[in-house]
């Protein structure tokens, strides 16, 4: 397979190029150089078609993995101007080079927050702009498929939060709080927390590479099993570190007044802090969707979530070797 993978100099991208770089022919677009695979990779915006549409040549198959996911991205127009417009740019360039496979991440956000473990077919409701955008994409996307939907294939994964090892985001953030006694819970600690390991992202975005079909329209969420609840995690922490794991526990009203107090300061000053009110509300918040369509798709996760925690857990904080699994 040619592979075109759209945005994949980050995190997730990086980790997805390594795993497929050798058994298929694979070309990287994004905005930013490539630390690790420079000689594959091509810099283009998708918000400009004349800068990338070209490298879709020959292409078998896109994975689209591009997208403004911040929290605190400005000015909002971003979100609209990345995610869903520039989306409908790929999808032309795909057509002017008749590619018809495409692959893409959208976001579990789509479902809004404290669902009762929504499948698929829930209804949507983000609740902000990030939300907003990822179900918007989407629905540019079912259009185009619906244009040919005899000879074009469309796999969208909706993944939550990922994690793992060399990545910078809200689960590192909160592993480094746990792992070196400076957590501060908020609540009572019993909603459930739904993660994905990046290493089972990939493999399942190999998995779609591998096993793509004319007239496929799927969509999946991705989360790894079982959803572990606040007071679970620091359990998880505390065995995989070996040591107890002290916290300090304050209620929600507290904690949400404290957000917003970061919130007005963040607007005073211009900067971005690393606590605000949509962190503390999403900190809080239930996180827990249903999976069963995945994990009965065919596709076998290489990793359970306590593996995949203890892995990041040992070479993020121990400086141990990362699990020689993720990279092959």
């Not at 298929?24 to 998708?46: A, C, L, M």
């Not at 077919?121 to 996307?141: C, M, R, T, W």
């Not at 990922?162 to 990545?167: A, K, L, P």
């Not at 679970?232 to 404290?258: A, C, F, H, Q, T």
């Amino acid at each position: 397979m040619k592979v075109c993978i759209v945005g994949g100099s980050g995190f997730i991208g990086s980790r997805l190029i390594k795993n497929i770089v050798e058994s298929h022919s694979v070309v990287n677009i994004d905005k930013s150089q490539s630390s690790k695979f420079p000689e594959i990779t091509y810099i283009g915006d998708i918000r400009n078609n004349e800068q990338f549409e070209d490298r879709l040549k020959d292409q078998d198959i896109v994975v689209l993995l591009a997208a403004e996911h911040r929290d605190d991205v400005s000015p909002k127009s971003l979100y609209y101007d990345v995610n869903v417009d520039a989306t409908q740019n790929v999808l032309d360039a795909m057509d002017k080079h008749g590619v018809k496979n495409i692959i893409f991440t959208s976001s579990v956000a789509v479902y809004g927050l404290n669902k009762v473990n929504p499948d698929e077919n829930h209804a949507i409701d983000p609740f902000n702009d990030y939300g907003k955008s990822k179900y918007q994409a989407e629905e540019v996307l079912r259009a185009w498929y619906n244009k040919d939907s005899n000879s074009r294939s469309l796999n969208i994964i909706r993944p939550t939060v990922v994690f793992g090892e060399e990545n910078r985001g809200n689960v590192y953030n909160l592993l480094k709080q746990i792992a070196t006694g400076k957590f501060l819970r908020i609540g009572h600690g019993q909603n459930k927390k739904s993660m994905a390991y990046v290493g089972n992202i990939i493999a399942f975005i190999e998995y779609l590479i591998d096993n793509v079909a004319e007239g496929t329209n799927e969509v999946y969420n991705y989360i790894d099993k079982p959803d572990l609840s606040m007071n679970e995690l620091v359990s998880v922490v505390e065995k995989s570190m070996r040591k107890k794991v002290p916290s300090i526990r304050i209620p929600y009203s507290i904690g949400m007044l404290g957000g917003y107090c970061f919130d007005f300061l963040a607007t005073v000053t211009g900067k971005k802090l690393p606590i605000s009110s949509v962190r503390v509300k999403k900190f809080c918040a239930t996180t827990q969707f249903d999976a069963r369509k995945v994990h009965s798709s065919g596709f076998k996760a290489p990793f359970t979530l306590e593996e995949g925690l203890d892995s990041t857990l040992k070479s993020e904080f121990l400086g141990e070797q990362i699990n020689e699994k993720v990279l092959v």
